[in-house]
């Protein structure tokens, strides 16, 4: 199957134009597939699903179905796309497309309105900041070869979070609920434009008290809150010249009470939530502050030019437990809770049940500061020629961004269950550095359709310098005394080409062939990693049903692992040669109505399907416990094979009631082949949501969430250290209010 793939995918580019009947040329409809959006990959359902690669788009009204505050639950719904979950919130989801590594969504090109947001997307990409899909009016996920607009990582895919837009006259929304864990949401936005100025003021505040069990009842959850303000104002407007500038400013800060330890297999088995008295003290305190302007030009019905400059700056102190001491015998908590039975005496001080002396808890406050910032312009022109539709399409971008670690660890005794400071550990003594990144990108694609016809070939250009600045552990004033510096540099070019053939408007078929690719660390000549990737699908419909079908093939030359703590490592976010890998699948997506042409009932029912198969073509070695010792021929861990989603709907003038069910597979925790041992399983789990509302009126609306509706216990990963479980039963009941 994959021989003839890659024959076909390689076949179908070298057609040529004469070999093309254009007895249907009067299809082409003008404009027919550009809506262009400053803060968008594509813009709509329609665009995406006319597109040349594998894309999906979650529509306002998709997102107000599912209701759900969790990223998780919300992509669910899209084939190719896996994770694995952490705080059973989705706060810092772990997402992989198509097989990329899973771990703190680092190898996927995230954005919001079409900027990059992660902290520091090229020196430090793992997403500590995932924005809030609470206030989000789309989410766009766009895989195969017409991604390489959007980089850097272009092995997997992009994710763009699509904030709410301002509205064309004033409009207003107030929403509230309250439910299971003391969990409570806030959200409103009020906005309106005239002929010349816009705006729109956001709100959002989430919180809960946590689904997890610590010593006197102490608080497991998180308060977050989002503040946003958006201008806009329209330069000059007329029939040849039209400008616009928008302005963007984002508030947020979280302070979660959230931890790397997990439980021993047998504490997980006799209580699954319950929290390690050791992690009383655990708190994420984070900030992010965004502004971003945008410059759209207009220049007759067929030039766009959109520029965007923007900044963020993220910082965040996750103070955690990271050593346990007894007996002078220092041990990492991931290695005691995977060991308990050879480390009685470290377990019985995380428990709480043994009473210690100075500085046998060790916490590391992982002090971090973020800056990213940059400026990108889009060119695009369309035009209809004699027999074809064309569209152009340039950008360029010039991007710097930082990690700044300042880091130290406290000592703590504990005695009765209750830890207190036993000592203050020099600033900069667990991490003294920067570590920075400047990259210019750029791109061209061009798109060419010709009766049933759509190519778009595309070229992707990334300089990159990485450097680190390390002070080391005794020079909290960085003076420089012991200041060690390193860079690595990269060029690459990134190419693709996707194409599509419509045999009418309701079957079309469609391929691709792409370049992937992720940047390296700051190690001098470490090499970027880098793929083929190949696509075949088809789209359809017939009569009620619909769906697609797609099959991939990754071939990576040189698969790149990260030292992560999150994973189990030691955190120094070191990148190492995996070698060759090779991860291919298919994916299933459909879609059936039988009651859609009733005027007051729809009953839509969707099944998606994903496989993925995964294999190491190298053997090597590594410290990071997520990898380990590594076979040719063991699987990626973290990457389940099989994973099922199915939903039903009954929607009503008045009501509607959704069921959505999902299924993950089994999925081993370190690399490995043939059956999984116990000690690195993560079982499959079989999960029902619900979700419904009651329209009083066109204004006023309830609504009922259910999370887990069959209240199954369930683990969701061994990392960073121990089992973990997912959300129990929760239920939730809000009001909203539209003006």
Do not use: C
Not at 65 to 80: C, E, F, H, Q, Y
Not at 311 to 320: E, V
Not at 559 to 583: I, M, P
């Amino acid at each position: 199957m994959i021989k003839s793939l890659t024959y076909l995918l390689l076949f179908v580019p070298v057609i040529t134009l004469s070999q093309i009947n254009t007895s249907s040329l009067d299809s082409i409809q003008k404009l027919d597939e550009v809506i262009i959006k400053t803060n968008s990959m594509f813009g709509s359902k329609f665009v995406a699903e006319n597109r040349t690669g594998s894309a999906y788009y979650l529509s306002t009204y998709e997102l107000q179905k599912l209701g759900s505050t969790d990223i998780n639950r919300v992509l669910n719904a899209v084939p190719g796309v896996t994770f694995y979950e952490e705080d059973g919130f989705g706060l810092r989801p772990n997402i992989s497309l198509r097989g990329t590594s899973p771990q703190r969504s680092a190898k996927i090109s995230l954005m919001e309105d079409g900027v990059l947001i992660s902290p520091a997307p090229y020196s430090a990409p793992s997403a500590y900041y995932f924005p809030s899909v609470a206030r989000m009016q789309a989410v766009e996920i766009l895989k195969g070869s017409s991604q390489i607009q959007y980089g850097p990582f272009t092995t997997g895919g992009a994710v763009n979070m699509v904030s709410t837009e301002i509205p064309e006259s004033f409009k207003g929304i107030i929403k509230a609920s309250y439910g299971s864990f003391d969990t409570s949401q806030l959200y409103g936005h009020v906005g309106g434009a005239s002929k010349k100025f816009g705006y729109l003021i956001e709100f959002l505040n989430y919180n809960s008290n946590g689904f997890k069990d610590l010593i006197d009842d102490r608080n497991t959850g998180f308060d977050i809150n989002d503040i946003i303000a958006k201008l806009s104002y329209e330069l000059s407007s007329n029939n040849n010249l039209n400008q616009r500038l928008d302005f963007k400013f984002h508030f947020y800060d979280e302070l979660s009470n959230e931890t790397y330890l997990g439980l021993s297999e047998s504490d997980f088995s006799n209580s699954p939530f319950e929290r390690y008295a050791a992690s009383q003290v655990d708190n994420m305190d984070a900030e992010q502050v965004q502004y971003q302007l945008t410059h759209t030009i207009d220049i007759g019905e067929n030039i766009r030019i959109a520029t965007n400059a923007y900044t963020n700056q993220f910082s965040r102190n996750w103070y955690k437990l990271d050593d346990v001491v007894f007996e002078d015998d220092t041990q990492k908590i991931a290695t005691v809770v995977a060991n308990p039975e050879l480390y009685p005496g470290h377990m019985g001080l995380l428990r709480g049940e043994l009473s210690g002396f100075d500085d046998n808890l060790l916490v590391k406050a992982n002090n971090r500061k973020y800056r990213s910032k940059g400026i990108q312009t889009k060119f695009d022109y369309h035009w209809n020629g004699e027999h074809t539709f064309n569209d152009l399409e340039i950008g360029l971008r010039y991007h710097f961004d930082e990690e700044d670690r300042f880091q130290w660890e406290d000592g703590y005794d504990i005695s009765g269950g209750i830890m207190s400071i036993t000592s203050n550990g020099p600033g900069g003594s667990q991490g003294n550095r920067i570590s920075s990144a400047r990259a210019f990108a750029s791109f061209i694609t061009y798109k060419l359709k010709i009766d049933r016809w759509t190519f778009t070939p595309g070229l992707r250009y990334e300089n990159i310098l990485l450097e680190r600045e390390d002070f080391g552990n005794d020079d909290p004033d960085r003076t420089g005394f012991e200041l060690s510096r390193r860079s690595n540099n990269v060029n690459i070019l990134i190419p693709g080409i996707g194409i599509n053939y419509k045999l009418n408007n309701d079957l079309s078929l469609f391929s691709g062939v792409h370049k992937g690719f992720s940047p390296p660390g700051n190690q001098p000549n470490e090499r970027a990693e880098e793929s083929v990737n190949y696509e075949l699908g088809s789209r359809f419909r017939w009569g009620k049903f619909s769906g697609e079908v797609i099959g991939f093939y990754n071939d990576y030359s040189n698969l790149l692992g990260s030292d992560l703590a999150a994973t189990g490592g030691t955190g120094t976010l070191d990148q190492f040669n995996a070698g060759q890998v090779r991860v291919n699948g298919f994916e299933v997506l459909l879609n059936y109505d039988p009651l859609q042409t009733k005027s007051n009932w729809s009953l839509p029912i969707s099944f998606g399907y994903t496989l993925t198969n995964t294999e190491f073509l190298t053997s090597f070695g590594s410290e990071d416990d997520l990898w380990g010792e590594v076979r040719a021929g063991d699987e990626l861990p973290y990457i389940p094979q099989q994973q099922l989603n199915a939903s039903i709907s009954i929607d009503h003038s008045r009501f509607q009631i959704n069921f959505n069910a999902r299924f993950n597979g089994e999925f081993r925790t370190q690399a490995g082949s043939g059956s999984i041992p116990a000690d690195e399983l993560v079982a499959s789990n079989f999960i029902i949501d619900l979700s419904a509302k009651y329209y009083f009126s066109s204004k006023l609306t309830a609504r009922l969430n259910i999370i887990n509706l069959l209240d199954e216990t369930y683990a969701v990963s061994r990392v960073p250290a121990g089992l973990r479980p997912g959300h129990p039963f929760g239920s939730y009941f809000g009001l909203e209010y539209r003006f």
